[in-house]
């Protein structure tokens, strides 16, 4: 099978594709950063801080969910359940 760059990229980073996670990650993180910065910008340095507070804690469940189904699979393969 012959793929296009497109192709390729788009069963990487599509839907439940192993790159998702990746484009979670910075999408949250942008949002995040650009929500953050406009409070700040318009004197809300409290509401800022909750921003980003709660930017990080959405990357942490991310990443969490991503090792979840890691392990999951293995223990799968395993035959172990969880």
Not at 3 to 12: D, K, N, R, V
Not at 41 to 60: D, E, H, P, Y
Request: proline content about 1%; some cysteine; charged content about 0%.
């Amino acid at each position: 099978m012959v793929y296009t760059f497109g192709g390729a990229m788009s069963q990487t980073f599509g839907t439940g594709g192993a790159g998702q996670p990746i484009v979670q990650l910075v999408c949250v993180a942008a949002v995040g950063s650009l929500s953050s910065t406009v409070a700040g910008a318009l004197g809300q340095g409290q509401i800022a801080s909750m921003i980003k507070l709660v930017t990080v804690f959405s990357c942490i469940g991310v990443v969490i969910s991503v090792i979840y189904k890691a392990v999951s699979a293995i223990a799968g393969m395993a035959g172990v359940g969880l």
